[in-house]
């Protein structure tokens, strides 16, 4: 059994030394020096405290989407319209601060109540791409990407229309909340201590709900097997349902921590692609929901370093993408190499 782990632990480091041969060999084209790259993306992630911070700021959101589509994908769903979940939660989000502005209510009530529209708007948004799978027989790729279409545009007509700042014909955001309306944050920096514990509260709650509950057994069992779940008893569909619902729910709040601690406003890229790169993490660490907090703040500092790339080598910051990209590739080759492996053997 041990020489068996360590086999998996040598594909997995051969899988990371292939992603950065490749990463390399992209930079070198681009006439740039790989080492220093490496190095302006890692001082970009830990250079100073307003670095670490924003890493963390990036870590909250992703994390929320990496497990709603976990969820997702346990019940045999590609939840691709994951973001229009996070757009929807955003516009909810944002909707419900705007109407309670001049509310006599404590501030505390009036964020819980947002969080509680970005919830509800994720799930919405999330429920319509079940309805279209599971009663209209769309698959759920498909739906999800018209929804994702459906959910930016819908934001830009609120942006440029009935929210438009006064004065602006502007697509670049609506009007900035005021100050007492933003999640509480860390001193002078962006990041939100109440963002990030509710990401690791949501974690814990899917790692448990997915290795320990009936609940998580059952929807696994409709992922492995619908037509072998229902002959055992199992509501399908209704399962099928619950994981769009509960996904897309956590995209919502992912879109509502964008909205009260990093952008203080709607935009029209709020979901700055977290729910594309928690499908993207998902696959990586093959679903495991224990292995989401670590692998998610990796690829958040990737995200944040990569910043620096255009500052200090002229590079486009998408070079950090390729990376990401390209290590969640090697690794699904190199894992369907070892199962062929081990299967021949």
């Known amino acids: 059994m ?3 782990n360590w086999l998996n632990f040598g594909f997995q480091i051969g899988a990371i030394i292939l992603a950065l041969l490749f990463t390399t060999a992209v930079l070198l084209l681009a ?3 790989p080492l220093q790259a490496y190095l302006s993306v890692i001082k970009g992630m830990v ?3 307003d670095d670490i911070t924003n890493v963390l700021s990036a870590w909250a959101p992703l994390l929320l989407t990496t497990c709603g589509v976990l969820l997702t994908f346990a019940a045999g769903l590609w939840n691709i319209g994951i ?3 996070i757009m ?3 516009i909810f989000t944002t909707g419900a601060l705007r109407l309670m502005l001049n509310s006599s209510l404590p501030t505390g009530w009036i964020l819980v109540i947002g969080f509680l529209a970005g919830l509800v708007g994720g799930a919405i948004w999330a429920a319509l791409a079940g309805v279209l799978k599971i009663f209209g027989g769309v698959n759920e790729i498909f739906g999800g990407l018209g929804l994702n279409f459906v959910a930016t545009a819908f934001a830009l007509y609120l942006i440029i229309g009935p929210w438009a700042r006064p004065g602006i014909a502007s697509t670049s955001g609506t009007l900035m909340f005021p100050q007492k309306l933003w999640l509480p944050a860390m001193g002078n920096y962006a990041f939100s201590p109440w963002a990030l514990g509710l990401g690791i509260l949501v974690v814990i709650l899917v790692f448990f709900l997915l290795r320990g509950t009936h609940f998580g057994l059952r929807l696994k069992a409709v992922g492995k097997n619908v037509k072998a779940a ?3 008893g199992v509501p399908t569909w209704q399962y099928s349902m619950m994981a769009f619902l509960i996904c897309g729910a956590f995209a919502g709040l992912a879109g509502a921590i964008q909205v009260t601690s990093v952008y203080h406003r709607l935009t029209p890229a709020i979901s700055s692609g977290y729910g594309f790169l928690g499908l993207l993490v998902a696959m ?3 679903y495991q ?4 907090a670590p692998v998610t703040l990796f690829f958040a500092a990737l995200n944040i370093g990569g910043i620096q790339l255009p500052i200090i080598l002229k590079l486009d910051s998408s070079l950090s993408g390729v990376l990401q990209e390209t290590l969640v590739l090697f690794v699904l080759l190199v894992e369907g190499a070892r199962q062929n492996l081990f299967r021949k053997r």
């Open 47 to 49: 250079g100073s405290m």
């Open 83 to 85: 973001e229009g979940q």
């Open 284 to 286: 990586l660490i093959n």
């Open 230 to 232: 229902f002959l055992m």
């Open 88 to 90: 929807a939660g955003a």
């Open 31 to 33: 006439g740039a020096p």
């Open 289 to 292: 929901a224990l292995w989401a």
């Open 2 to 4: 041990k020489k068996f």
